[in-house]
């Protein structure tokens, strides 16, 4: 058996959860999700719990059920608490800003990159340690923005100039020897 997919998905007392044939949808306070999940994979919900079963022990059918699983708890958590990533820009003129809801990226470029939120993702920029965190209830979306951001100007090893994750660590290269 799986360990996460027998793992039973608890849902806290301020998310509503409804169950139509495979499509699972999440309210709650960070917004609303809705996701059509495998038609093998059988999905209960019981006194608060949510249980994914799986038919039989096929292989794509064990694959699908702790993937299955995550999905569904990857939607009530971020309905409920929401996820967030964040980001590091670093160099000398490298800034980022906010323009109403939108990102505003100066990183060497001849123009500004403007970046729109699309909905249910917000940014927050703190100027003073040049962080920029994306968050949303998605977590699916979230992480890909992210990514989007990052692909701007990612990190270059020689100087470590770029945008990076904050937890990133960028392997640093040496530079040309000069003439002896």
Known sequence: MSRIGRMPVVVPKNVNVEI????????????????????EMMISINNGVIEVNRPSVVRNHRSLHGMTRSLINNMVVGVSTGFEKMLEVNGVGYRAEMSGKNLILNVGYSHPVTIEPPAGIS???????????????????VGQITADIRKVRPPEPYKGKGIKYLDEKIRRKAGKTGKV
């Open 20 to 39: 139509d044939g495979t499509t699972v949808r999440v309210k709650g306070p960070k917004g609303e999700l809705a996701r059509t999940l495998p038609a």
């Open 123 to 141: 940014f927050d920029v703190d100027s003073k340690t040049r962080q920029i965190k994306v968050s949303g209830a998605d977590k699916e979306l």
